[in-house]
Structures are given as C-alpha cells and as structure tokens.
Nanobody
C-alpha cells in the first residue's frame, strides 16, 4: 500500500490550498484517515482525522478554517485549508489506518510542503 500526497505549495496569508492523498487499494480496507503536519524544529502533530463513517475531528488551531473529507468510493482523503496563516507552514503528511484485510497496519504518505507567507 502506498499513499501519495499532493497539493502543497506557496500561498500568501489568508489564501487557500487543497491537499489530496490517494491510497492504493480498496477504501474498504481503511479506517481512520488523517492529516498530520510537522513544522521545522517541532514534533509531528495531528491536524484533522476522519473516520470511515465520515466523522471528523480537528486540532483547535485549525478548527473552522480547515475541512477534511474523504471519497466514498476511493481511498482518497482531502484537506481544504482556508484562511491560511504563516504558522500553518509545515510539511503535511497523510495517514491511513488499515482495517479488515489490512488490520493492524498504518500507512504514511511522503509529505507535501505548505508554505504560507506573511
């Protein structure tokens, strides 16, 4: 299984970006899917998570600005980021939890850089 993330880039503060992450394999074998980020000199942190049932949760500092969603038919997770701030600058990683045939396994994408200028 591989996760391929895309959509990062350079944007001015207040702007928007949409990240995508496609996992190879059937969506039925993935439970929670999520986005994490890691800024220079900081630990990786959870940004948003969405269950296979579509229930989502967000970190406090992105709640109301970011929206996580996932495709019902493909193992794809998205992160719509609005009102971006310089402190959102980080490498963003997608994550997928394996279930059913992939139970007990976790998967990470390669990371995509998001840079927000002031």
């Amino acid at each position: 299984v591989q996760l391929q993330a895309s959509g990062g880039g350079l944007v001015q503060g207040g702007g928007s970006l949409r990240l995508s992450c496609v996992a190879s394999g059937s969506t039925f074998n993935f439970g929670d899917m999520a986005w994490y980020r890691q800024a220079p000199g900081k630990q990786r942190e959870l940004v948003a998570v969405i269950s296979s049932d579509g229930i989502s949760n967000y970190a406090d500092d992105v709640n109301g600005r970011f929206t996580i969603s996932r495709s019902k038919n493909t193992a794809t997770v998205y992160l719509q980021m609005n009102s971006l701030k310089p402190e959102d600058t980080a490498v963003y990683y997608c994550y997928a939890q394996g279930i059913r045939l992939l139970r007990g396994r976790t998967y990470w994408g390669q990371g995509t850089q998001v840079t927000v200028s002031s």
